[in-house]
């Protein structure tokens, strides 16, 4: 147990704990005992990132993964199992294989995946590499009618730089402890959010402009360096999903030590040919809806109260999404397969809700809090309209639907598949000292923190922003950031099956704690940004 935390939770917070916060510890036997010695976890996993694998929002994959997801849930005895859509994603896309070969100035397979909404080759093209490079749309006049039959190299050559760190890392006690100082985040800035909005306002409709642009000239295909070294690939989209607008060109990520050569060949002057064969496409012609699928443990006595918990099961396509976020979805699965197991009967109605969209902007998670508990009005600025929600100035008074007040608590996981050790509060002071008391019957495991801090970039950020109490867990990273985080290292052997038993215990309890509570979860004040 770090001390430090024990030491702020007493002293900082006893003015707002209650006292002797009740927990069941008989069933926190139970849920540990079915964790971690009748565990399924692995296996969920297992299926849901080798058989199905990558589950691109709105890919066949992605359907498959709503269905058998919902086939899991009848099996385990849960209620008011469903997808339930979210209107106007965009068009469903998936890829097959891909290859690039430099043939010239020696033959060599070079490592190479396509980008999400780019089209195919529609067989194997070949061309001449040509670099360029392109910060604005003034740049794009320089290479008219150059680039026809070409293969483009759009990205700079990066200098490599080894490793200084361990891969895969854990929290130490002095790590932990950083944890509890409280830092504002930086997006609270308003200097810093509009420069952030500016940076990436610019970035989509330059990338619009350079689509656009290398279609008109006929370029063959295009190639960026990963983001990575040590012959990883980072891959996200590029083109377009939207019906109506330019998909581009064939745009395939390659391997940094790769691409690097490429252009040092071309500054030698040499002559670069390359062979390109990418067949994926758009599964559909529209702008098609997304889906969530959501499930119910119903509850009894304060059964139109909700406790949710849940976790985002879309992710791109270079790995089979296994830290990000199939671990997630696999703890959160596992965490209701216990709470039927142990035979728990909560007040409350915990419900687990498996995202999509989560990977372009929180969109199936918003749509939902939308739906069902609360929203800003729609924005009228073209300009904010262009932007993902979360990126969105609050346009007005927060409009909440009639199940705003009937939400207790909502908790997502992921941060890949590294155990629980703790729990972010949001600036929630008084779940605190609550959260507190539930993760004692878990110190033994590691987890042992509550800090203060807010954390973002994932589902429980739709929840937090409309005043909601929405949670996310502190993990330890292991190689998350390092290797597997939107790489084709995402696979199912970077996951610890030790430590997703342990979070599918924690998820479980917090779920059961927070139905069973005499109160719901306090709520901290609403903050507008």
């Known amino acids: 147990m770090v001390k430090r935390s024990l030491l702020v939770l007493c002293l900082g917070l006893a003015g707002v704990a209650q006292a002797g916060e009740p927990v069941d510890l008989d069933m926190v036997g139970r849920i540990r005992q079915e964790a971690f010695y009748r565990s399924q976890v692995m296996q969920t996993l297992g299926h849901l990132t080798e058989d199905i694998g990558p589950r691109l929002t709105n890919s066949p ?5 709503n269905e058998w997801t919902r086939s899991k849930f009848k099996e385990w005895g849960l209620s008011n199992i469903h997808d339930e859509s979210f209107d106007d994603f965009g068009r469903g896309w998936a890829f097959r294989s891909a290859s690039v070969e430099q043939l010239a100035p020696r033959a060599l397979p070079l490592h190479a995946l396509p980008k999400a909404w780019t089209p195919g080759t529609r067989g194997t093209v070949e061309g001449e590499a040509v670099a360029v490079s392109v910060k604005s749309k003034a740049d794009l006049d320089k290479y008219k009618g150059k680039l026809k039959g070409r293969i483009v190299l759009l990205s700079e050559a990066r200098e490599y730089k080894p490793g200084t760190e361990a891969d895969s890392k854990r929290y130490d006690e002095k790590g932990l402890e950083e944890l509890l ?6 997006a609270r800035d308003p200097a810093e959010r509009k420069k952030r909005l500016d940076e990436y306002a610019k970035r989509i409709e330059l990338a619009k402009e350079i689509n656009g642009f290398l279609v008109e000239e006929g370029a063959l295909a295009a190639l960026s360096i990963s983001s990575r070294d040590n012959g990883i690939l980072t891959v996200q989209g590029g083109g377009s999903r939207r019906a109506g607008e330019s998909a581009g ?4 990520v390659v391997a940094a030590e790769h691409y690097n050569p490429l252009l040092r060949a071309l500054d030698r002057n040499e002559t670069v040919r390359l062979r390109v064969n990418v067949d994926a496409g758009f599964t559909s012609d529209g702008n098609d809806p997304g889906y969530n699928t959501i499930a119910e443990i119903p509850g009894s006595g304060k059964g139109d109260e909700v406790v949710m918990i849940g976790a985002h099961m879309d992710s791109w396509h270079a790995g089979t999404g296994a830290a990000d976020n199939g671990a997630g979805v696999a703890v959160m699965m ?5 709470l039927k197991a142990v035979g ?3 007040k409350r109605t915990i419900r687990i809700a498996l995202w999509s969209g989560e990977e372009q902007g929180l969109i199936g998670s918003a749509a939902y809090v939308a739906q069902h508990f609360a929203a800003y009005p ?6 904010q309209k262009k932007l993902p929600a979360f990126f969105r100035e609050p346009t007005g008074a927060l409009q909440r639907k009639p199940g705003y007040e009937k939400l207790a608590a909502y908790f997502n ?5 590294g155990k629980i050790r703790g729990v972010y509060a949001q600036e929630n002071q008084a779940a605190m000292p609550i959260f507190a008391e539930w993760l004692k019957p878990f110190n033994d495991v590691g987890a042992t923190i509550v800090t203060s801090r807010n954390t973002g970039s994932t589902d429980h950020i739709s929840f937090d922003r409309v005043g909601l109490p929405g949670f996310q867990f502190v993990q330890d990273g292991l190689d998350y950031f ?4 939107h790489t084709d290292l995402d696979t199912y052997d970077h996951a610890s099956a030790d430590d997703l038993k342990q979070a599918a215990a924690i998820v479980a309890a917090f779920a059961y704690n927070a139905a069973m509570r005499d109160q719901k979860l306090p709520r901290k004040p609403l903050q507008q940004n």
Do not use: C, W, Y
């Open 249 to 252: 060109i064939p745009e395939l």
């Open 378 to 383: 729609e924005p009228t600025d073209p300009e």
């Open 61 to 65: 994959a992605m359907a498959q993964a």
């Open 334 to 338: 596992e965490a209701m397969r216990i």
């Open 482 to 485: 390092a290797n597997a985080h």
């Open 413 to 417: 996981l992921d941060n890949g598949s």
């Open 344 to 346: 728990a009967k909560p």
């Open 181 to 186: 100082d409280f830092a504002v985040p930086k």
